[in-house]
């Protein structure tokens, strides 16, 4: 590939690197298998072996909850049931999810906790090692014996992605929902409606955040994937009504769903200020909150309130165009993925570290993109893609972590809006129209 990026531009060394690499692997392609074999190894030793034994801060409350429930039939809502599981002096987040998310939990019952870290720590890193295959080679087409360079440069990309080491350190679910996102993706794409619609489902059931897709989706002419997504969440929601005691819903609803919203701290969990939340709402609660008020809560006021769901709001408004924009393209639907997943995360209640894992496509996808812009715009637009791209991916950054994702949103969301760019993905869907863009992409030039 011709490097035609102009003689001093801060793109330029990536450009011609990603070259001389593209050139090494097409010429010599045992240096893939060897890289490739390289990387997962690293990938084990890095957040394998190291988390062997880990105490998995996340993972007590999933723990406890599943203990509370299938082993002493009470609420997983009761903070003081959840802590005679866990013993004394122990720390542990309350346990937020809905009731019908108890199920995927339901394992844990069974397990001692030293049981239950290991038995998470190898799901999340099988699961972590298989997306190091799925993104780059169904999401992106990169065939490993057509495009060698791409997929090593994705598989790289998402073996250096620090918050995946935070989803495991701390015995989280974000890969097991990120890797449901993926399946109902590539699902959607092969016209799977009901199975793709059973994995989007998980993935709510999972998180709940990604019910947030649904709308988009929506506009992007999904129909038929979202009525099977809501089938299989109906199926659920009434089966774990019937089977979990009815308590456990009243509880729920009683003590976790007015807790929700911005600028609200629900009982035993960090405030929305901790620096670790990285969405709007730490955003502005660290602007906002004032100290407690005489019931231990944050004092805020509701034009505060008000702000946070304006800034929202905005978002949402400006996500909901560029999908609109991009709802006749063939790639509709990768459009609309990549730029509601960094919404997402900018519009949760509380979106920390390890929710990063998630955007993984949306940089992947616009490092591998093609900008028609001139090449100021796109000196300026891959510098900033660079720069936001490093900060979400690297350690020790998290005081730069809601600025870079908001530039990383709003780039994707300037690439749709304006039409300037194409991006890869799979040339094997039917085109809506014709006339459309044709998809057949390679890395910046």
């Known amino acids: 590939m011709a490097d035609t990026t102009r003689p001093g531009s801060p793109v330029r060394p990536f450009v011609s690197g990603y070259n001389w690499f593209k050139n090494l692997t097409d010429r010599r392609p045992i240096f893939l298998s060897i890289s490739f074999l390289i990387i997962c190894i690293l990938f084990l030793i890095i957040d394998g072996r190291k988390y062997i034994g880990n105490q998995s801060y996340d993972l007590r409350s999933f723990y406890s909850a599943a203990k509370v429930v299938f082993d002493h039939g009470q609420s997983p809502y009761n903070l003081a049931q959840m802590a005679k599981v866990l013993g004394p002096h122990v720390d542990f987040n309350p346990f937020l999810y809905p009731p019908s998310t108890m199920f995927i939990f339901f394992p844990l019952a069974g397990m001692s906790y030293a049981q239950a870290c290991n038995a998470v720590l190898i799901i999340n890193d099988l699961l972590y090692l298989s997306l190091m295959w799925i993104i780059p080679v169904y999401l992106l087409g990169f065939q490993p014996r057509k495009r060698p360079a791409a997929f090593l440069v994705s598989a790289i990309i998402m073996l250096y992605f620090n918050p995946t080491r935070w989803v495991i350190n701390l015995g989280e679910v974000d890969i097991l929902a990120f890797a449901a996102i993926a399946v109902f993706w590539i699902l959607s794409r092969s016209q799977k409606e009901s199975f793709a619609g059973f994995f989007l489902a998980l993935a ?47 509880d729920w609803l009683i003590k976790v769903v007015p807790s929700g919203g911005y600028l609200n701290t629900p009982a035993g969990l960090f405030p929305p200020s901790s620096p670790w939340n990285q969405g709007l709402n730490g955003f502005f609660a660290r ?158 030039r």
Not at 212 to 227: A, M, N, T
Not at 234 to 245: K, W
Not at 340 to 354: C, E, G, H, K, V
Not at 398 to 409: D, H, Q
């Open 204 to 250: 709510i059931i999972v998180k709940t955040y990604p019910i947030v897709l649904i709308p988009f989706l929506l506009l992007s002419g999904r129909w038929r994937e979202i009525f099977h997504t809501f089938i299989w969440l109906v199926v659920t929601t009434v089966f774990a009504y019937i089977v979990l005691p009815q308590f456990i819903w009243h």
């Open 287 to 444: 602007i906002f909150i004032h100290g407690q008020n005489l019931t231990g809560l944050p004092t805020v006021y509701p034009a505060e309130k008000v702000v946070v769901y304006i800034a929202a709001m905005f978002v949402m408004i400006l996500t909901a165009i560029a999908v609109w924009h991009s709802r006749k393209l063939r790639d509709s639907l990768d459009r609309c993925m990549i730029v509601t997943l960094p919404a997402i995360f900018l519009i949760a209640p509380f979106s920390y570290l390890q929710h990063l894992v998630y955007l993984i496509p949306t940089i992947i996808f616009l490092i591998f993109s093609r900008s028609l812009l001139d090449k100021y715009g796109k000196d300026i637009f891959y510098s900033l893609l660079a720069i936001s791209a490093l900060v979400i991916a690297s350690p020790k950054t998290l005081p730069l972590e809601f600025y870079a994702v908001a530039i990383l949103w709003g780039l994707t969301t300037f690439a749709l809006i304006s039409g300037k760019f194409e991006l890869e993905g799979d040339k094997t869907v039917t085109p809506k129209a014709s006339g459309e863009m044709a998809g057949d992409l390679s890395i910046v």
